[in-house]
């Protein structure tokens, strides 16, 4: 997991980012784990999603608080067809195991989809690279460094 956390690291500061990477004994794997692990809502933590779009890995920032919508990731980026990354693709996609998977530092460039409800917070946490380490980041960050798309992408209830 350390290697992990330390090849993110690398990729962080490859960007020109110091981050302030934290870890928990307690695990942020889920949303909810990391948001009770650094004491904030669970709508401020990033999910890292892997999608799949017409063979094509597409990552999804997603609020914690929502349900990415694959239908709705599908009209935005016009493929005909849109589902869930196994772990396996996941993981090949962006070098990192689920649960752990930030939202850059990736072997190669993947198109990324921000999802719009996360720029209503000051500061967001995203995963560092294992399901027990997280990074503070303001969304403008989030957006600049990812070079994302700010969508909606939430599942309408």
Known sequence: MARAVDRFRRAAADRGLSLDIRTF??????????????????AQIV???????????VVALTSGANRADPERLAAVIGAEDVRRATPEEAREATGFSIGGTPPFGHPAPLPTLIDRDLLAWE???????????????????????????????????
């Not at 999910?47 to 890995?57: E, I, M, Q, T």
């Not at 957006?143 to 309408?156: C, I, K, M, P, Y």
């Open 25 to 42: 004994a307690e695990g942020t794997k889920t949303a909810e784990a990391a948001a009770q692990a650094v004491g904030c809502d669970v």
């Open 47 to 57: 999910k890292s999603l892997v999608f799949v779009a017409d063979g094509r890995p």
């Open 123 to 157: 500061l967001l946490w995203a995963a560092a690279g294992a399901p027990d380490a997280v990074f503070p980041i303001h969304p403008d960050g989030l957006v600049q460094v990812t070079g994302g798309a700010v969508v909606d992408l939430r599942v309408e209830t």
